[in-house]
């Protein structure tokens, strides 16, 4: 989710200046959490993966991104909790359904998925009053091996970054592990968009960039919570928002992956909080 403040971009390439699309919903600062602010966000993670599995169960050609959405809300209300992006800042929607071209943000309706679609879907729910985020790309029917490439090895940028994750690392060796690794396969790392810390608020300081230079940025601290979200694309980096004014896309309409989980930052390293 994001399109707003803490995934505004960094583009050291363009030099675009950060300017707040959020208005009135400005991130909030680096919050350190208690454990029983943890056991909150344990839980609300446990019902994110639970309804992610679901969804990865009918994934298949037919259904249509809508109907996935309404699954995912009833699944999280079942558990408990409460969708996390649904009328957050106008989000109109449980879940996130990008397609192929689309990286994230789409908005879920009656478009029926077929073979050979690649689906990104981005979830997040409430427990407690903390948040938990975490998306996914899956393949829907047959794929082919450079689509399976392109989810695989966003997946695996996402478990180098999380390995970063400790206390007394900094944001930028998150980013920089990110980075070398999807940029020496040749794919474009989404700049215009970026993890962000989380807790009562969906996006809390800090950003999470997954461009960026190691030993450099806000420093990691035991308590911490973050959400980490490599978005690779199999061409350009750069970014186009469609007329919905929901929904981005690659520039050069290639394919895109994305890949998102929750983790704190604890003295043994990080914890996911959004996997089973
Ligand atoms: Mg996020
Ligand atoms: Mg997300």
Redesign the pocket.
């Known amino acids: 989710?994001?399109r707003f403040s803490p995934e505004r971009a960094v583009s050291r390439e363009k030099r675009i200046k950060y300017t707040s699309t959020l208005g009135a919903h400005k991130a909030s600062g680096v919050t350190i959490k208690s454990a029983r602010e943890l056991d909150h966000m344990r839980e609300a993670g446990r019902v994110v993966a639970v309804a992610k599995s679901s969804l990865l169960d009918l994934i298949e050609p037919g259904i249509t991104t809508g109907e996935l959405d309404r699954i995912a809300e009833k699944e999280i209300r079942t558990l408990g909790a409460i969708p996390s992006f649904k009328g957050l800042y106008g989000f109109p929607a449980t879940i996130c359904t990008s397609l192929n071209e689309q990286i994230v943000h789409g908005i879920p309706s009656k478009r029926t998925l077929k073979s050979g679609d690649i689906l990104s879907i981005d979830i997040g729910a409430i427990v407690g009053g903390f948040h938990s985020?975490s998306a996914f790309t899956v393949g829907v029917g047959k794929i082919t091996a450079e689509q399976q490439r392109l989810i695989d090895d966003t997946r695996e940028s996402l478990r180098l970054a999380i390995e970063q994750a400790r206390p007394g690392s900094r944001v930028g060796d998150i980013s920089s592990a990110v980075q070398g690794y999807a940029e020496a396969r040749g794919y474009g790392v989404v700049r215009q968009y970026v993890?962000?810390g989380i807790g009562r608020d969906l996006h809390e300081e800090p950003q999470v960039p997954n461009c960026g230079v190691a030993g450099r940025g806000p420093l990691l601290r035991d308590g911490m919570t973050i959400?980490i979200?490599p978005m690779l694309n199999l061409g350009t980096w750069e970014t186009s928002l469609l007329d919905d004014g929901w929904t981005v896309v690659t520039a050069d309409g290639a394919l895109s992956a994305h890949f998102?989980d929750t983790v704190a930052i604890t003295k043994s390293g990080a914890e996911v909080l959004s996997a089973p």
């Open positions: 989710m994001a985020d993890g962000h959400a979200e998102e």
